[in-house]
Antibody, heavy 122, light 106 residues
Framework: QVQLVQSGAEVKKPGASVKVSCKAS????????MHWVRQAPGEGLEWMGI????????YYSQKFQDRVTLTRDTSTNTLYMELSTLRSEDTAIYYC???????????????WGQGTLVTVSS | EILMTQSPATLSVSPGERATLSCRAS??????LAWYQQKPGQAPRLLIS???ARATGVPARFSGDGSGTDFTLTISSLQSEDFAVYYC?????????FGQGTKVEI
């Protein structure tokens, strides 16, 4: 069963950057599109972006377009989400999630990583 | 961007009762609709995809229906472990969007 294991909690100051990792089992990152979703405290889910399995191309939500970078390391099956110019409103749990099995292009998300809490505070 | 509107925000029910959750899309999304369950301190868990297909291991008391703009998730007989927040999610149009959630509580 595929597992997505994320890095630990981070505390950052406003203006800094954070890089969250998501380690997948087997060859997940070269087979499936992967997504990042965040959830502010007590709030709902917000999609941030996607990285494709083939050439590692990316597509971002317009809200994060200028600040987020999704990358991957195929040698370690690890994904990365870097968010720059952090502000207090970026305090949230950040999740990675895989495209579900047996879909193409239009996919629900399954499974999800356990989440990484990023706290932005001076 | 497609706006997903869930109702009600909170649903108070008793164990054994039936719960019906609604989700409305601001434009036609066909059947590209998923439902997730989230318990406190946990990641979301996929329940339903394609508007009505249960994910592996999801009990039969969970069912989904709808297409186009109006969707429902029904829990036929609530169990104690079903008390959680439920989110709908459209994956037809970019950017992907989620509803604001329905909390099912006792």
């Amino acid at each position: 069963q595929v597992q997505l294991v994320q890095s630990g909690a981070e505390v950052k100051k406003p203006g800094a950057s954070v890089k969250v990792s998501c380690k997948a089992s087997a060859d997940t990152v070269t087979t499936y599109s992967m997504h990042w979703v965040r959830q502010a405290p007590g709030e709902g889910l917000e999609w941030m972006g996607i990285i494709s399995p083939d050439g590692g191309s990316t597509y971002y939500s317009q809200k994060f377009q200028d600040r987020v970078t999704l990358t991957r390391d195929t040698s370690t099956n690890t994904l990365y989400m870097e968010l720059s110019t952090l502000r207090s409103e970026d305090t949230a749990i950040y999740y990675c999630a895989r495209d579900a099995l047996y879909c193409s292009g239009h996919c629900s998300f399954d499974p999800w990583g356990q989440g990484t809490l990023v706290t932005v505070s001076s | 961007e497609i706006l997903m509107t869930q109702s009600p925000a909170t649903l108070s029910v008793s164990p054994g009762e039936r719960a019906t959750l609604s989700c409305r899309a601001s434009q036609n999304i066909g059947s590209s609709l998923a439902w997730y369950q989230q318990k406190p301190g946990q990641a979301p868990r996929l329940l339903i995809s394609g508007a009505s297909a249960r994910a592996t291991g999801v009990p039969a008391r969970f069912s989904g229906d709808g297409s186009g703009t109006d969707f429902t998730l029904t829990i036929s007989s609530l169990q104690s472990e079903d008390f959680a927040v439920y989110y709908c999610h459209q994956y037809n149009i970019w950017p992907r969007t989620f509803g604001q959630g329905t909390k099912v509580e006792i």
